[in-house]
């Protein structure tokens, strides 16, 4: 996904970093005349903001959240980064004893079963390939390790190493069981790829964790997705400013008072290389192996952070009339598809 900078607007709350402002004013309890005689009114007090940062999933993830006092906004945010911690080690293909990477290493054509976080993702996974027309694809493992060997050379991969990656890809060599939660890879050498399915995943479930712990109103941000619950103290929702979106944008109007849902880009304004004049996005397109050349920049909302990350993925490398029938087939979900610059 796109580390894209997105501007996010509190309309209310203090601004500093997991700390207290104390600079308002206690309220005059002596000016409470509604309460009947003899009768003592309980002071509310209201949510503070608290935001934390720390680097998770290869960025930082930053938590904004509202709470009573610091002890508790404290508590719930080491709950959230606890919860992405353990979930790093089910997903994360860079840490070998991951539970993906066990999945991947284990013997083709054979079920292997899985926890329900991993089984929950690569399912869904399998269900937005189908969809999309194999627009998403978590088996783009083999194109993805030679597509980052071709931009460090800034040499397109030769067509021997693309033709034998492309023997081990394709969404259709997975299965899924759900009687008793297994994935079966049907070819040898397999590699899987949750790149722009699994943060979104991640971040709901932490997400999640702070609402257990209590929090009503916050917001994880994690390159280019966001997911928040509920709004804001005295607030209708997060405001998520959508960067060249014009002010009537039907997703911009959505996105300035965001709760309960998740908002993603993707896109190529940053990680892209260029290549004999052609510039190539480090988004792999599955129908060639090669990182697309459509320089599209694709915002979607979503109700959770799996569906937002994923399909600004799938919806970045489809051509036009895919996008609108997707679109067409999803009306639960808003996206904002436009050229990057």
């Not at 005059?28 to 903001?49: F, H, I, M």
């Amino acid at each position: 996904m796109l580390r894209l900078s997105i501007l996010i607007i509190l309309l209310v709350g203090a601004t500093c970093s997991a700390c207290v402002d104390n600079s308002q004013e206690e309220p005059d309890l002596s000016k409470n005349q509604g309460a009947p005689s003899g009768v003592q009114q309980e002071e509310t007090l209201s949510p503070e903001r608290y935001q934390y940062t720390q680097l998770h999933l290869g960025v930082q993830v930053r938590i904004v959240l509202f709470a009573e006092n610091e002890a508790i906004a404290a508590s719930a945010a080491t709950a959230a980064y606890a919860k992405i911690t353990t979930l790093e080690d089910i997903f994360s293909t860079y840490r070998v004893d991951s539970e993906i990477s066990r999945l991947i290493k284990a013997p083709a054509y054979e079920p292997v079963l899985v926890s329900t976080p991993l089984f929950t993702v690569i399912d869904f996974a399998q269900s937005l390939s189908r969809n999309s027309y194999g627009a998403f694809d978590i088996t783009l493992g083999p194109y993805v390790s030679l597509w980052k060997e071709a931009r460090d050379n800034k040499q397109l991969p030769n067509m021997i190493d693309l033709e034998a990656a492309t023997d081990k890809v394709g969404w259709h060599l997975i299965e899924t069981n759900d009687s008793n939660q297994s994935v079966t890879l049907n070819q040898k050498s397999m590699q899987l790829d949750m790149g722009g399915i699994a943060k979104g995943y991640i971040l709901d479930r932490a997400l999640e964790t702070l609402s257990e712990q209590g929090i009503e109103s916050a917001l994880i941000e994690a390159g280019g997705d966001i997911v928040v619950s509920g709004p804001p103290a005295e607030s209708s929702g997060w405001n998520i400013e959508i960067p060249g979106a014009e002010p009537d944008n039907e997703l911009a109007l959505k996105a300035g008072t965001l709760t309960h849902s998740a908002i993603s880009t993707s896109g190529d304004t940053e990680q892209y290389v260029d290549i004999g004049g052609i510039r190539y996005s480090h988004v792999i397109d599955p129908s060639t192996g090669l990182g697309s050349t459509k320089r599209l920049l694709v915002t979607v909302i979503a109700p959770n952070g799996m569906m937002s990350d994923s399909y600004a993925t799938a919806l970045g490398v489809m051509d036009a009339p895919s996008q609108k029938v997707f679109l067409k087939e999803h009306p639960n979900v808003l996206a904002y598809i436009r050229q990057a610059q």
